[in-house]
């Protein structure tokens, strides 16, 4: 299995994602939950790039982050066989939540809009406080001085 991939550079995170059959309708365009997934696979490896993944964020901090709010305008759509990227940027940092914008492009073509809440969340699924270190991570990255 490939490892996925990503690029963090300051205040952007660029996401490949090649359109495979199985994310189309009959006609070979991408159904619209799937850009769902492509943005959710590219938040996840942005955790990832920051140096844990979901699973580490649990075992380190007690915590997961938890979609509580997106919304999505399809502009424009992608089909079979296109390579199109996921643009992840943040919008805010709350006490327990991120605030991100996700866009997803063909070349110079934007195809979605998508604005995503994410709360983080404790083993009993209530809301605390984003631990000060994966803050900084954040912080980091959206400013430029991240290490990744």
């Not at 007690?62 to 992840?88: N, Q, W, Y």
């Not at 996700?102 to 809009?113: A, C, K």
Request: charged share 25%.
């Amino acid at each position: 299995m490939t490892a996925m991939t990503g690029t963090v550079s300051a205040g952007i995170f660029v996401f490949p994602v090649r359109v495979y059959y199985e994310d189309t309708d009959a006609a070979t365009i991408v159904y619209h939950s799937n850009y769902l997934k492509f943005a959710e696979r590219a938040r996840t490896e942005l955790i990832r790039a920051f140096g844990d993944d979901h699973g580490a964020l649990r075992r380190r901090f007690g915590i997961a982050f938890v979609v509580s709010k997106c919304d999505m305008h399809c502009l424009s759509p992608a089909h079979l066989d296109e390579l199109i990227e996921v643009r992840t940027t943040l919008n805010g940092l709350g006490g327990a939540s991120i605030d991100l914008q996700q866009d997803i492009w063909r070349g110079d073509t934007r195809l979605v809009r998508l604005r995503v809440l994410l709360a983080c969340t404790n083993a009993d699924s209530r809301a605390v406080r984003i631990p000060a270190e994966v803050r900084q991570r954040f912080v980091a990255w959206e400013t430029g001085t991240s290490r990744n």
